[in-house]
């Protein structure tokens, strides 16, 4: 069955910070590829998502997310983190199946 | 993207009771999904529920705790039976177009068990 990894569970950073968030998944077929964000007492939120074409996906907010077939990974990246960023961060994968499988989450604190 | 309305948004339930979540959705898909997300935790998928047949479950969820039901195309309900309080959670349905790699949610059913 597939499964996502999410390595890094909480996360804290400074504003202007980087970010990189992991994603690993085990399913080696095609897979549709997902990042969604969970502000605080609010719904999901899709960030970007990948399908097929460029393994470079732009996202909303500044957000930004690499496909690397080889690593089985789907990295989430920001240059400059933001105040309003503290949220919840879910990667998910479909297959085949079109089951959407999400990871365990990564909770992100950024400080002003 | 399809426009999902679940209901109800929120219940307090007495344990031992059951609860049926309803999600209506405003155009025909191909597959819909119930999750669950228990506090501080993220999605889990409970079932694909499948139109005119049984519900295909998950590891860990059954038919006689998680009743699905599917009779056409754009409504479906969870039902939560016999519910103690490890049973609270939010509880969302999800939808997937034909065609479409756009997965919608519903805003949630938050279940709480007293």
């Known amino acids: 069955a597939q499964s996502v990894s999410q390595h890094n569970h909480h996360v804290i950073l400074s504003e202007a910070a980087s970010l990189e968030l992991g994603c690993n998944y085990s399913?080696?077929?095609?897979?549709?590829l997902f990042w969604y964000v969970q502000y605080p007492g609010q719904h999901l939120q899709l960030l970007l998502k990948y399908f097929s074409g460029d393994p470079l996906v732009k996202g909303i907010k500044g957000f930004e997310a690499e496909f690397i077939k080889s690593k089985f990974s789907f990295n989430l990246r920001k240059p400059s983190v933001q105040w309003s960023d503290t949220a919840e961060y879910f990667c998910a994968v479909s297959d085949s199946s079109y089951k959407l499988i999400f990871g365990s989450g990564t909770r992100l604190l950024v400080r002003p | 993207s399809a426009v999902i309305s679940q209901k109800p948004s929120r219940d307090i339930c007495q344990r031992g009771t059951s609860l049926t979540i309803q999600c209506q959705v405003d155009?025909?898909?191909?597959?819909m999904f119930w999750y669950r997300q228990q506090p501080g935790q993220s999605l889990t998928l409970i079932a694909t529920?499948?139109?005119?047949?049984?519900?295909?479950?998950e590891s860990g969820f059954v038919i006689d705790k998680f009743p699905i039901s599917r009779p056409n195309l754009t409504f479906s309900t969870l039902t939560v039976s016999n519910m103690s309080p490890e049973d609270s959670s939010i509880y969302l349905c999800?939808?997937?177009?034909?065609?479409?790699?756009?997965?919608?949610f519903g805003s949630g059913t938050r279940l709480t068990v007293v």
């Open positions: 155009s025909q898909v191909t597959m």
């Open positions: 529920a499948n139109q005119g047949s049984e519900a295909t479950y």
């Open positions: 999800s939808v997937l177009r034909q065609g479409s790699y756009g997965y919608t």
């Open positions: 399913y080696g077929g095609t897979v549709n």
